[in-house]
């Protein structure tokens, strides 16, 4: 196991998250999973959710360890990765049901630029099913406000690495998702300072 890449943060925030997620994708069929990391999150939510198929994606870059895990951990619900850049057309035609009625993304939206979140929500809108669910974890401000000083220190620290990361607006976040036809249902609290967004396809 110690050949696997590993993210501490995944380790300590997979139950909270799953415990929504198995409410929120209790009548879905598949998830594509977007931008799936290092695969710690996808084989564990493939397994708490063994009643839909978990399709992971993410950048080819980062397919080897995404593989690694699902050879190390493997379940008859969990696909291997399909090369997805949300700047460019989504790879639909590779997905194992021609529906895709769940979305999850996981400390993505703060790592893209503000126009590939705008790209991932036109995708969000083209692709996700009417009353399709969509989970998006991460943090958040609210009304360009920080809500902690740990998320000011990282917001300071993405600005350093990329200055086209941020910590984004819940605001902004839900209105790409109402151009979209997307409705916030729910803003869960998290550990460490992070949201889970729930909203739904109703357009």
Avoid at 33 to 55: D, N
Avoid at 68 to 87: C, Q, Y
């Amino acid at each position: 196991m110690s050949s696997l890449p590993y993210s501490q943060a995944c380790e300590n925030n997979k139950y909270a998250i799953g415990s929504v997620l198995e409410h929120c994708f209790n009548q879905s069929r598949q998830v594509l999973e977007i931008g799936s990391g290092t695969g710690q999150h996808a084989v564990y939510f493939a397994k708490l959710l063994p009643h839909l198929i978990w399709q992971t994606s993410d950048q080819s870059f980062n397919h080897g360890g995404i593989n690694a895990w699902l050879t190390a951990e493997p379940s008859l619900n969990l696909r291997p990765p399909l090369v997805l850049d949300v700047t460019q057309a989504w790879p639909i035609e590779k997905l194992e049901l021609p529906i895709i009625d769940g979305i999850f993304t996981a400390n993505t939206l703060h790592i893209m630029s503000k126009a590939m979140v705008q790209d991932l929500f036109k995708g969000l809108g083209e692709h996700l099913s009417l009353g399709g669910q969509l989970c998006v974890y991460g943090p958040f401000n609210y009304q360009g406000q920080y809500t902690c000083d740990s998320n000011r220190n990282f917001d300071q620290w993405l600005l350093e690495q990329n200055p086209q990361s941020a910590i984004r607006d819940i605001e902004w976040i839900t209105e790409l998702a109402i151009e979209q036809g997307l409705k916030l249902k729910a803003d869960h609290p998290m550990p460490a300072n992070n949201r889970l967004l729930h909203f739904e396809k109703n357009v």
